[in-house]
């Protein structure tokens, strides 16, 4: 009997399905903390030969969203003084994208990634050992130890800002849904809002969910309707004030590059 990766629960069969057009494999659901994930996934090196699979097109539109959604959630957790003088750190980075704007705004952002290789963050590198808060966006989809990465994170931030797409009440069948990524083999573990909650009571974090895409787990007391204030925050334009009160990095970051390369 195989057991959940996150919670070592009983897994029940769901389906089987080929990844990357060859291996063929078997996915489970979790019937403790409703995880769905694949069950041995075999092909991981092979589908991390090019961390940034080529059918993820949104991948720019997505940053812009994320950059905004992050920097009000910090704002309204952090305060503005606290983001002032804050340092944050992104998991799972990819090429920089995200850590490259959210400096140009004015926060102290910095890049970690196991997999990819940072093209647009040079010099900003994962090096404090505690952060205020961390960001992890398209990252625990891609995670075969989720409870052991969430442990790292929370070992050195209070607060976790991350997206992954939930696959609501009932597990989606393989032609359904494209997030089950069989193109590229990346993705091999899967939540609904259930899971997130059991997460949170298990590891004693308070959480706040869109239930689609777009979670807070922290250690602060937040609102469980946080996510909503944010997104409505941005619709009425926060970002446009939050312009106005922080300092962008982008020719400080210029000035501290240049010295480096001397």
Request: proline share 3%; aromatic share 12%.
């Amino acid at each position: 009997m195989q057991q959940c990766r996150l919670c070592g629960g009983t897994l029940v069969s769901l389906f089987h399905a080929t990844v990357l057009g060859r291996y063929r494999t078997h996915y489970g659901r979790c019937v403790s903390c409703q995880l769905l994930q694949v069950i041995k996934p075999t092909w991981m090196d092979k589908a991390y030969e090019k961390p940034i699979n080529i059918s993820d097109t949104g991948i720019l539109s997505r940053n812009l969203a994320f950059r905004d959604l992050s920097s009000i959630t910090l704002i309204l957790l952090e305060g503005l003084n606290g983001v002032k003088k804050g340092k944050f750190l992104d998991y799972g980075g990819g090429y920089g994208i995200f850590v490259r704007l959210m400096r140009d705004i004015g926060f102290d952002f910095y890049w970690s990634d196991a997999h990819s290789s940072n093209l647009l963050a040079r010099g900003f590198e994962d090096r404090y050992a505690c952060y205020d808060a961390m960001v992890a966006f398209e990252v625990f989809e891609h995670l075969l130890q989720p409870m052991d990465v969430l442990s790292d994170i929370f070992d050195r931030c209070s607060t976790l800002i991350f997206s992954t797409e939930l696959y609501g009440v009932v597990p989606p069948k393989p032609q359904d849904w494209n997030y089950y990524g069989f193109n590229h083999g990346q993705h091999i573990t899967f939540y609904n809002i259930e899971t997130l909650r059991f997460i949170a009571t298990r590891m004693g974090l308070n959480l706040s969910s869109d239930a689609t895409s777009f979670h807070i787990l922290s250690r602060k007391p937040i609102s469980r309707n946080l996510i909503y204030q944010v997104k409505l925050a941005r619709k009425l334009g926060a970002m446009n004030l939050i312009s106005l009160f922080l300092t962008s990095k982008t020719f400080e970051d210029w000035a501290v590059m240049i010295k480096a390369e001397k």
